[in-house]
């Protein structure tokens, strides 16, 4: 049985006659995009708020921080979008390379920066990049890349499966070790998603799945934190001052918000009794700051930006732009869903933010990035002129 193989184009689309015109930039793909950031920006300054004047006497320190970043992944999505997507098929093998040696130097001394505990961060001083993050573009794009040449193989697992499993584990057990498993496990559900479209048999993909769980489960036991995760996940009210405390916390914030919320900026939980409130649990601030409603509304514009991306990968004019605009579109929405599981509980407690909506300056900028593959696969497409 192949799954989504009314989806995928079977190959390469020819030219189309002269005829036709360059389609325009998606207005819902943008206007959800923008009141993402927009959203993000506002709470990251309300959920900082506390912490920046506390540690730097400046209530807008990592606001100003994050529109810095705004800037750098604007000009960054700008570039990719003006640039004719399908260069980047041959550069694939050379973005994963470099993300392998990126997720590597995090180990090197005086390279890698050690934050509680891990090190997932390179650079110096106040500037610092997080490589797992651009890994996970440069494992859509090279994934791109390879499916799209592979065609049928894909429905066999010696030939097709297997061998793109090898450079996804690779990447998935360096971010392992940092330690990250939550973006180790999105690596993999990336990827996933991607054999999904490309026509894998669920059978094999099933296959995949179960052979990833042993080791899952030995990775979880081995390690006393990754227990007391997944304890806290069962039952964080069993000990809420101690493994629990951050889901506890976190329902706490988002129950005190109501069906309109607190109120904005009135949030207490981000007054050092929610932990990661600007980064990793911004959402629970979201919902304390503006109820129920506030977080359907932030959960809609993620929808409406899958379902527009989806929409333009069915009209690429090429196999590699239905890939490169899939995986980019699930890269955002399933860390964002992961994200918001974490936080309302429905998800073990893994360290992912929350895309442009999280202060970071990584994420914020792989994310635009990836929304601006997107609409440069949007722009080839061809409309028929009036």
Not at 290 to 317: C, D, H, M, W
Not at 370 to 379: C, D, E, H, T
Request: charged share 10%; net charge positive; glycine share 8%.
């Amino acid at each position: 049985m192949h799954s989504a193989a009314t989806l995928r184009p079977q190959r390469d689309a020819a030219p189309r006659p002269p005829a036709y015109a360059p389609a325009p930039l998606d207005p819902v793909l943008f206007t959800a995009v923008a009141a993402l950031i927009g959203v993000g920006l506002v709470m990251v300054f309300s959920a900082s708020s506390a912490t920046a004047y506390a540690q730097h006497g400046d209530i807008a320190y990592y606001l100003k921080r994050q529109l810095l970043w705004l800037g750098v992944g604007l000009a960054a999505a700008y570039a990719c979008y003006r640039i004719d997507y399908r260069r980047l098929r041959a550069l694939a093998p050379y973005f994963l390379v470099a993300a392998i040696v990126g997720l590597a130097l995090v180990f090197v001394p005086h390279v890698g920066l050690g934050v509680n505990g891990g090190r997932r961060w390179i650079g110096a001083g106040s500037v610092s990049l997080e490589p797992s993050e651009f890994a996970k573009l440069a494992l859509v794009i090279y994934l791109a890349a390879v499916l799209s040449a592979k065609g049928e193989r894909i429905t066999s697992l010696a030939r097709g499966l297997f061998p793109l499993c090898v450079p996804v584990a690779i990447m998935a057990v360096l971010v392992l070790r940092e330690p990250d498993m939550g973006t180790a496990s999105l690596l993999l559900f990336i990827a996933l998603a991607l054999f999904f479209a490309a026509g894998a048999r669920l059978v094999h993909l099933a296959a995949v799945i179960l052979a990833m769980v042993p080791f899952a489960a030995l990775t979880v036991l081995a390690s006393p934190y990754r227990r007391a995760r997944i304890f806290a996940f069962l039952d964080p009210w069993k000990d809420p001052l101690n493994t629990g405390f951050h889901i506890v916390q976190s329902l706490l914030a988002l129950g005190s918000g109501g069906l309109f919320g607190v109120g904005l900026g009135a949030s207490r939980a981000k007054f050092f009794y929610l932990p990661e409130q600007y980064t990793d649990f911004i959402f629970s601030v979201l919902g304390e700051e503006l109820g129920l409603i506030g977080t359907l509304a932030v959960i809609v514009l993620f929808i409406t930006l899958a379902y527009r991306s989806i929409r333009i990968a069915l009209a690429a004019p090429d196999r590699f732009g239905f890939f490169l605009a899939i995986g980019c579109a699930a890269m955002i929405t399933i860390q964002a869903f992961v994200n918001i599981g974490v936080v309302s509980s429905s998800w073990p407690v893994t360290g992912v933010p929350l895309p442009f909506i999280s202060f970071g300056g990584s994420s914020l900028v792989v994310s635009l990035v990836a929304v601006a593959l997107i609409a440069n696969v949007g722009r080839h497409r061809r409309i028929t002129r009036s």
